[in-house]
């Protein structure tokens, strides 16, 4: 069942597009079929002697249906002689349905720093350029690439390549790309992505990457297509993380990652909602006065700690730099900078690790108490090596929605969200409110580095980064939106409707 926000006159193109959908599939020869059965309902025949219905109907109100939802959704009656695959298939139909133009009205107010940008930066800076995106599929996303659009960018020299998290509308956002004229890829796939990107680019071409798809993958697999390139602009640690092996980098990077505007106010956000999920997907256990260990005392691991700790667990930490050790005890954490000892010692219930590297390996998991939770706030899936957690398994078994269990000869040990970022599972991450600022600096460091003069050197440029990105007044921007207001009470709603379209 897929939820989505209509105008009256919206809900034939929602039902159109999982009738294209279903098209798509190509089940059998001449099918589907569609006979309406009524104003909200049709009868599907998916050929094979397979049947369906799908409805679109009003949801009743309420804060998970706010007002003007719909809900689409198809029942298989009949699945004939459908595959197991084919009826995966079937059902992710519904679930690809495009973002409505009511629903995408809603969500541009959500990024007013971003939209800010479309209207205060000068000209159309991105025209002529194709931009390579690497991207979570999260909602914020589809404003960010209007916004690009109208700052210059043709969606069709456009490319998306997705991370592979559990995102809840991961499937809405992709359809809303590729019905933009998107050319949409997978992570496997990063150089096939670029190849095909280089060649649909008439011009210069541009990389927002977001974990260090890019870069490394040009130099190592296609250096030819570098001076393609004018620059990457890179928003996370883990990106930057994977630059240090090259000695000189042909580009200049504008770290986003290490700007202060990034790593002042979000490691906080991603801990809340990193410790939300945690506690969702742990639902049924008692984690107040239980022991949690933090592994890795950076930006967010700090945060993380701090968030655990409100929840009441014992918590402790360990890094390998002695300065965030310190950092850690002085705040009153239990500390070692021997982490098979601490394991030992604090037998945590629960181990979040934040180092973006790989922190816990099979000298590790043989320490893990029974029963122990592992949940990862890194990018991409490696902070944890689940390929020596499974040779030391004697059996692996999925945990539906919530992770992987590996049965270790002391007992078993869950991997929360298949060690993905635990904050984006089933999950936008945090709200757009808040991803808006990270957003807009992305968004700020395309356009400087589509100007000629950006004035970047090669390699990571953190100084004229964080220099563009003040000379943009984004904090004094998103400070003026969210400020205490002690004169001025009621909501200005002039501050949250910048909707598309050039508004004050
Ligand atoms: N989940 C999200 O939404 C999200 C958002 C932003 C960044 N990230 C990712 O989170 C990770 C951490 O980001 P950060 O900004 O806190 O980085 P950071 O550099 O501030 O912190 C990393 C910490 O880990 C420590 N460390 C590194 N390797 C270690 C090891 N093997 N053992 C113990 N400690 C080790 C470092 O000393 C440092 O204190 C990165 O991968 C980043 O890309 C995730």
Redesign the pocket.
């Known amino acids: 069942m897929t939820r989505v926000q209509t105008t009256p006159d919206e809900l034939d193109a929602s039902v159109g597009a999982v009738f294209a959908n279903l098209r798509e599939l190509a089940l059998d020869d001449g099918y589907p079929r569609f006979t309406a059965l009524s104003a909200g309902a049709h009868l599907v025949d998916l050929g094979g002697a397979a049947t369906a219905v799908l409805t679109i109907a009003p949801a009743a109100r309420s804060r998970e249906h706010p007002a003007d939802s719909h809900l689409v959704g198809l029942t298989i009656t009949d699945r004939g002689r459908l595959s197991d695959r084919q009826v995966d298939d079937v059902y992710a139909c519904v679930e690809a349905l495009p973002f409505t133009a009511h629903e995408i009205r809603r969500l541009a107010p959500q990024l007013p720093l971003t939209r800010g940008l479309a209207a205060d930066v000068d000209g159309r800076p991105l025209r002529g350029l194709a931009l390579f995106v690497v991207a979570h599929l999260v909602t914020d996303l589809v404003v960010q690439l209007e916004t690009l659009v109208e700052l210059g960018a043709d969606p069709r020299r456009i490319t998306v390549v997705k991370k592979e998290y559990a995102y809840r509308h991961r499937r809405r956002v992709e359809s809303h790309l590729r019905a933009r004229g998107v050319a949409v890829f997978d992570t496997a796939h990063v150089a096939d992505a670029l190849v095909d990107h280089c060649r649909r680019a008439a011009g210069g071409c541009l990389a927002l990457d977001d974990?260090g798809y890019v870069l490394p993958t040009l130099l190592r697999e296609h250096p030819e297509l570098v001076p393609r390139f004018r620059g990457v602009v890179e928003?996370?640690?883990?990106?930057?993380?994977r630059l240090e092996p090259f000695d000189d980098l042909p580009l200049p990077v504008f770290p986003v990652?290490q700007s202060e505007v990034?790593?002042t106010i979000?490691?906080r956000w991603?801990a809340d909602?990193?410790v939300r999920t945690i506690v969702d997907l742990l639902a049924e256990e008692k984690l107040e006065g239980q022991p949690a260990l933090v592994?890795?005392?950076?930006?967010?691991?700090?945060q993380i700690a701090d968030v655990l700790r409100d929840r009441r667990m014992r918590v402790a930490v360990?890094?390998?730099?002695a300065l965030?050790l310190l950092a850690a005890h002085e705040r009153g954490y239990a500390t070692s900078g021997d982490?098979p000892s601490l394991l030992r010692a604090h037998r945590p219930r629960l181990v979040v690790g934040?180092?973006?590297?790989?922190?816990l390996g099979s000298v590790h998991f043989g320490l893990l108490p029974p029963g122990c939770q592992l949940a990862s706030?890194?990018?991409?899936d490696t902070?944890f090596d689940l390929t020596a957690l499974r040779e030391l398994a004697l059996r692996v078994e999925p945990v539906a929605d919530i992770g992987t269990r590996y049965h270790l000869p002391r007992g078993p040990v869950t991997v929360l969200a298949d060690g993905y970022?635990?904050?984006?599972h089933r999950s936008d991450?945090?709200s757009n409110r808040c991803s808006d600022l990270t957003v807009a600096a992305v968004t700020c460091g395309a356009c400087v580095l589509a100007r000629p003069d950006h004035g970047l050197a090669d390699g990571v440029d953190l100084d004229r980064a964080n220099a563009a990105l003040a000379a943009a007044g984004l904090v004094e921007r998103y400070y003026e939106l969210y400020r205490a207001r002690v004169d001025d009470p009621l909501p200005d709603q002039a501050r949250w409707d910048t909707g598309f379209g050039r508004t004050a």
């Open positions: 974990g928003q996370t640690m883990s990106g930057i993380f990652a990034k790593r979000e490691p991603v909602r990193a592994v890795g005392y950076g930006r967010i691991g700090e360990h890094d390998d730099d965030r982490l934040g180092t973006g590297r790989t922190s706030v890194s990018s991409r902070e970022p635990v904050n984006f991450s945090m």
